[in-house]
């Protein structure tokens, strides 16, 4: 009876520690954004996004020479583009993936132009595995915000995550840190 009732918080806190720990994200609006409204009040700290737009999310995808030169960069839009189909999911949007390549977009929605400058790729396999010789895990991106229908730029946000090897197996992996990314930008699109 005793092991019983062993099992069950032995368990359960196996399951947290394995989960890791959640990855660190910076975000910063445009200094196009920073500037104060016509009526001298200070600028949003968010994206504002009409409402008929939010319903659509449509996902493009691009990078510097450096990103896109490095072996692992099929990696990180894979990442992405499964992030943003969770994320948009969970906020009951509809999610269009472009990455692959540009398609006209018609009706109202929200471009998401991702463009990733810096990153270092880290599976959740090879940090359990190698744990800090994995490295640290990290994206640095810039993600335009247009509507799909008139073009004009609804805003930009850069994000910044990072997690430490020397967390060991338990530091945020690159997908960890795409979620991380893909909820503040459908959060930003979609606030509940």
């Known amino acids: 009876m005793r092991k019983r009732h062993l099992v069950a918080p032995t368990l359960g806190g196996i399951a947290i520690l394995l989960s890791g720990c959640a990855a660190n994200l910076q975000t910063r609006n445009t200094a196009a954004q920073a500037t104060a409204a016509p009526d001298g009040k ?3 700290t968010s994206i504002v996004v009409p409402a008929a737009s939010a319903h659509t999310i449509v996902l493009r995808m ?4 450096v990103a896109t030169s490095a072996s692992d960069w099929l990696g990180v839009k894979t990442e992405w583009r499964e992030a943003m189909e969770g994320a948009s999911q969970e906020a009951s949007t509809k999610f269009v993936d ?3 390549g540009r398609s006209s977009g018609k009706g109202a929605g929200t471009v ?3 463009h990733v400058e810096d990153f270092h790729f880290v599976a959740p396999g090879a940090r359990y595995t190698l744990g800090i010789m994995t490295g ?3 994206i640095q991106a810039r993600v335009s915000f247009r509507d799909l229908q ?3 730029t609804l805003g930009e946000r850069s994000y910044n995550t990072s997690s430490s090897a020397w967390q060991g197996i338990f530091a945020p992996t690159s997908d960890k840190q795409a979620r991380a990314i893909a909820a503040d930008i459908v959060k930003q699109i ?3």
């Open 190 to 192: 979609k606030p509940r």
């Open 136 to 138: 640290n895990a990290f």
């Open 62 to 65: 691009n990078g510097s020479a």
């Open 98 to 100: 472009e990455t692959v």
């Open 42 to 44: 200070p600028p949003a």
């Open 150 to 152: 008139s073009g004009p």
């Open 112 to 114: 998401v132009d991702v």
